[in-house]
């Protein structure tokens, strides 16, 4: 039970909370936050929860719509989104939203393969189709670095098509890592303790060759052969950065999921300088989990050493970034119980007493939109570090505490905050049975 100050000021958070009660006017004092921002960053407190897809996406229908935003980037991998991106902008031959995510088949799917992506990227393709033929239209893209061997294979696809003896070269360098079976984590291993050498030079120069011939390839054909190329470079910029990420692995968490975030960000600038050359400023929404997105500064993580996504983009864009995160109290979550398990629909605890989401709760409302940029009371009170909680593609109830919370100060990680208090699991494409709930193994790195 909520003591008398905890009560008063979940009093004032509802006064100064904007309810959210599913009509079209929900977001506009969102929207004007916003104002004329490039970078919308629009996290969420687990990568399973329906809700904060479905609102996270309405939103992003809204700045597209009535703030010219041309791109969603997202917590995914480079040419599994990009075969979604081509699908969008109808230059790919798959008849629907649910074979355009196929390329989505590893370890978590439901993440990507869900009934609220389908659902938007569905509505993507019918507002891009219905644009004249001069208009931009908005893409889809991938920020993540897990690919690195489908990467290697989108690499010499492209090459066999428009140069062969430079496929035969990239094939002599990226044959350094074929001796782990596509197996990033075993190749990370090996490199890390000397059991086999390092690819890191191979992956090197061959991004480097390709940067060589940009002008030779990029200007063969117009614009779809620029964004081919454009995708061919990210992918050979994402075989060197993953190399390094897989090393680094074995050498502490900070480390890996710095070099991860460093690439998410690095990611977004290349994006944003290629689709400046069609329509300049471009506008972005970013779509990952709080955890990349708010600003780490704000939170124990930061004070651990750990960089973010949302830091680096603030740090940058100062007055053209806006982030916002989303929290909830209870509910039922998709999640695996291990790295690499099956999709679990699970009870999500309630919160903690002394975090901001049990706070929250207690205003009564079930569901809110609160401005942390208004100056209020309000506002103020929530400065105070609390317990944040964060769920990722795994779920541990059993050790909650430990496993999902950290501290954060709000108001100076987020601009804005969006709490459903009663949400439940997105609902997968891929329908798997339930299996029993076991320990995760401790030793990989973070499930966010």
Known sequence: MAD?????????????????TGAA????????????ARFVLIGEASHGTHEFYEQRA???????????????????????????????????????????LAGFQGFPSWMW???DVVNFIGWLRQ????????????GFYGLDLYSMYASIQEVLTYLDKVDPEAAQRARHRYSCLEHFEEDSQAYGYAAAYGLSQSCEEEAVNQLRELQRRTSEYAEQDGQL???EFFYAEQNARLVKNAEEYYRAMFHGQVLSWNLRDRHMAETLDHLVAHLDKLQS????????????????????????????????????????????????????????????????LKLVRPALPESYEALFNNTGLPGFFLNLRQENHAVTKLEKPRLERAIGVIYRPQSERTSHYFYARLPDQFDAVIHINDTKGVEPLDRTPQVETVEPPETFPSAL
């Open 4 to 20: 008398a100050t905890t009560t008063q000021l979940a009093d004032v958070i509802k006064r100064a909370a904007q309810p959210i």
């Open 25 to 36: 006017s929900d977001y506009d004092e969102l929207l004007n936050l916003i104002g004329d």
């Open 58 to 100: 309405e939103i992003t229908k809204r700045l597209i719509q009535e703030k010219g935003f041309t791109a969603v980037a997202v917590e995914a991998d480079w040419p599994d989104a990009y075969r979604v991106n081509r699908y969008v902008r109808g230059v790919n031959d798959d008849p629907t939203p649910n074979e355009a």
């Open 113 to 115: 393969r869900n009934t």
């Open 127 to 138: 507002y891009n189709d219905s644009l004249s033929s001069q208009a931009i239209k908005t």
């Open 225 to 227: 052969a620029a964004d």
């Open 281 to 344: 400023p471009t506008k972005v929404v970013v779509w990952a989990h709080n955890s990349h997105l708010g600003y780490v500064r704000a939170t124990d993580m930061g004070v651990a050493g750990e960089l973010n996504l949302g830091q680096m983009v603030r740090d940058k864009y100062p007055d053209d970034t806006v982030l916002v995160g989303f929290t909830t109290y209870t509910g039922t979550v998709t999640a695996a119980s291990r790295w690499g398990g099956l999709a679990e």
